[in-house]
Antibody, heavy 117, light 113 residues
Framework: EVQLVESGGGLVQPGGSLRLSCAAS????????MHWVRQAPGKGLEYVSA????????YYANSVKGRFTISRDNSKNTLYLQMGSLRAEDMAVYYC??????????WGQGTLVTVSS | DIVMTQTPLSSPVTLGQPASISCRSS???????????LSWLQQRPGQPPRLLIY???NRFSGVPDRFSGSGAGTDFTLKISRVEAEDVGVYYC??????????FGQGTKVEIK
């Protein structure tokens, strides 16, 4: 079964840091680009970041550029999102997603990041 | 970035009746490879999004055939032929033609009257 499982969310103070992980199973992780998408409470979906299959190319939304770093370890079948200088507006459920057929065909269950003092 | 606009934003529907959601993109979604990377996602309450339709009209694995997608260029439609209780949730169109980034519509809430 193709599966993505996020972890690492939690409560962090403004200006703090957090690292999210996304463990993949059931498919050849190293063959797929991977993505992070977030959803603020009661809001829609916002694209955050992407990384190519070999990690050589990355993309960041303007809202997180310079503060977040996406990476992957293909030997561990794991995707990461290092988040720094966190702001109240970063508070959201963070989903990792795999793209197949040119679409996000597999999503994790999400991990909640709460930014509050 | 391409802007995706959905209408309506809310759709109260009677069980067993059809529902339709429209999505318009600010630019053509036809890719240079000839494909149109327009997808529809379903998000049930408390759940992550789920892929329903990819490349305009292709149902993803396990998606009931009461869901169908159509359209071309900049105008697209998701139809549910007969709404069931399990269809309650928010539906998003999204494009991956001009990537990065993926861009999403605002979401349309489907609820039972």
């Amino acid at each position: 079964e193709v599966q993505l499982v996020e972890s690492g969310g939690g409560l962090v103070q403004p200006g703090g840091s957090l690292r999210l992980s996304c463990a993949a199973s059931g498919f050849t992780f190293s063959s797929y680009a991977m993505h992070w998408v977030r959803q603020a409470p009661g809001k829609g979906l916002e694209y955050v970041s992407a990384i190519s299959s070999n990690g050589g190319s990355t993309y960041y939304a303007n809202s997180v550029k310079g503060r977040f770093t996406i990476s992957r370890d293909n030997s561990k079948n794991t995707l990461y999102l290092q988040m720094g200088s966190l702001r109240a507006e970063d508070m959201a459920v963070y989903y990792c997603a795999r793209a197949g057929y040119g679409s996000p065909d597999t999503w994790g269950q999400g991990t909640l990041v709460t930014v509050s003092s | 970035d391409i802007v995706m606009t959905q209408t309506p934003l809310s759709s109260p529907v009677t069980l067993g009746q059809p529902a339709s959601i429209s999505c318009r993109s600010s630019q053509s979604l036809v890719h240079s490879d000839g494909n149109t990377y327009l997808s529809w996602l379903q998000q049930r309450p408390g759940q992550p999004p789920r892929l329903l339709i990819y490349k305009i009209s292709n149902r993803f694995s396990g998606v009931p055939d009461r869901f169908s997608g159509s359209g071309a260029g900049t105008d697209f439609t998701l139809k549910i032929s007969r709404v069931e209780a399990e269809d309650v949730g928010v539906y998003y169109c999204m494009q991956a033609t001009q990537f990065p980034p993926w861009t999403f519509g605002q979401g349309t809430k489907v609820e039972i009257k």
